[in-house]
C-alpha cells in the first residue's frame, strides 16, 4: 500500500522539529559548559553538571558530543564564532576600525561575564599543558589578535595590547564594582 502524498509533508514537518529540537538541547548544553567551565573550570566541572544545567541526561551530552572533551571542543568552537562576529568588519577601518572593533568587544564581554571567565579559566588550565589541543587554540587565536593587530598598529605595539586585554580583563573580573571595562579601554587606546 502507497502512502498518502499529503501525509508526506506532516512527517517531514515531524522531522524537521525533532532536528530543531536536537539543535536546541545541543545550545543549551553548550550554553551550560560555558557557563560551569567558566564557573568551575574544565577539569572541576563533570558531565552530570552540565547535563543537569541544560535540563537532560548525561547520556543525552554524551549522545550528542560523544565526550566531554568534544563538548570543550563545542565551547571553543562556539566561542571563536562569537568573537569573530563581534569584531568582523572593524579591522580593515585602521586605527578608528580597530578601536571601534575593542570597544564594542569590551561591552560585549562587560555583558558576557560567563564567557571571559570561561576564556581565562581555560587558558589557565592549560597554560602548562605542552601537547594541548586547547593551548593550541588560544595561542593560535592570541597569534591571530596580534597579527591582525601589528597591521594597523606594528608588531610591538600590537603585543602590548594584547597584554593589555588580558590583563584588563582578568582585573575586571576580579573586581567588576570598581573597574569599568569599557572606561579602561577607552583610556589606554587614547594613548596607543
Not at 116 to 130: C, D, F, K, R, S
Amino acid at each position: 500500500m502507497s502512502a498518502h502524498p499529503d501525509k508526506l509533508p506532516a512527517i517531514a514537518g515531524v522531522k524537521g522539529q525533532v532536528q530543531k529540537r536536537g539543535v536546541e538541547r545541543r545550545r543549551a548544553m553548550v550554553d551550560a559548559a560555558i557557563e560551569l567551565f567558566g564557573q568551575q573550570g574544565y577539569a572541576g566541572t563533570g558531565v552530570a553538571a552540565i547535563a543537569a544545567r541544560a535540563g537532560v541526561t548525561p547520556s543525552a551530552v554524551i549522545h550528542h558530543f560523544g565526550s566531554k572533551e568534544n563538548l570543550l571542543r563545542a565551547v571553543l568552537d562556539e566561542f571563536d564564532a562569537r568573537a569573530a562576529a563581534r569584531v568582523s568588519g572593524h579591522l580593515d577601518g585602521g586605527r578608528d576600525g580597530l578601536i571601534a572593533a575593542l570597544l564594542a568587544d569590551a561591552e560585549y564581554t562587560a555583558a558576557h561575564a560567563g564567557l571571559a571567565t570561561l576564556h581565562i579559566v581555560l587558558q589557565a588550565e592549560h597554560l602548562a599543558a605542552a601537547e594541548s589541543e586547547v593551548r593550541e587554540r588560544f595561542l593560535a587565536r592570541s597569534r591571530a589578535l596580534r597579527t591582525a593587530c601589528a597591521r594597523v598598529l606594528g608588531e610591538e605595539a600590537a603585543t602590548e595590547l594584547a597584554a593589555f586585554l588580558e590583563g584588563a580583563v582578568t582585573l575586571w573580573l576580579l573586581d567588576p564594582e570598581r573597574v569599568d571595562l569599557r572606561a579602561l579601554y577607552e583610556r589606554y587606546l587614547s594613548r596607543l
